[in-house]
């Protein structure tokens, strides 16, 4: 997971840093947790299943840079399908 961060996420921190991002089938959360990491200011994330939308509070807020992903994140649940 670490190198997929290093060759997704941390070539455009510049980018990500306070900004808006959406999360399209963010699955668990774990890539809107990486963003809000990076520095983005806020991260949603939309996933449909919605016994993965909770799975986000598993990881641990202390380690973010600028905001509390819990606070920034925000799941919708949506039946594209």
Same mark, same amino acid.
């Given at each position: 997971m670490n190198m997929r961060y290093d060759f997704i996420v941390a070539p455009f921190?510049?980018?990500?840093?306070? *900004?808006?991002?959406?999360?399209? @089938?963010?699955?668990? !959360?774990?890539?809107?947790?990486?963003? *809000? !990491? @990076?520095g983005a200011a806020h991260v949603y994330g939309i996933e449909e299943r919605e016994e993965l939308i909770g799975s986000i509070t598993r990881f641990p807020t202390r380690i973010l840079s600028n905001a509390s992903l819990l606070s920034t994140a925000i799941y919708i649940e949506n039946s594209i399908g």
């Open positions: 921190k510049p980018f990500i840093e306070d *900004a808006k991002v959406l999360d399209i @089938a963010s699955h668990d !959360g774990r890539w809107s947790y990486a963003l *809000a !990491g @990076a």
